[in-house]
């Protein structure tokens, strides 16, 4: 049996300005904590995966929920 390295569904890497981004995401779901929305540099998983915990959301939803605040141009989403 072969052990599969276990691959996010979806890349993502941020852009932008994330305090302001994480301001919105703070007043769209106040559930969110500061602790959740820490952002290090290269660290986008972590920051996905307490995202997705606190809103029991998964990956792929969470990547949307982000990037609608992001400017317009800032990402490429793949397969558009």
Not at 14 to 32: C, H, N, V, Y
Not at 51 to 76: A, D, F, M, T
């Amino acid at each position: 049996m072969q052990n599969k390295v276990n691959k996010p569904e979806v890349d993502f890497k941020m852009t932008g300005d994330w305090e302001a981004q994480s301001r919105i995401l703070k007043e769209k779901f106040p559930q969110l904590t500061k602790a959740d929305l820490v952002y290090e540099k290269n660290h986008e998983d972590d920051l996905l995966e307490r995202i997705q915990k606190r809103l029991n959301k998964k990956r792929g939803e969470v990547i949307n929920i982000i990037r609608k605040g992001q400017p317009v141009g800032e990402y490429s989403r793949p397969g558009l």
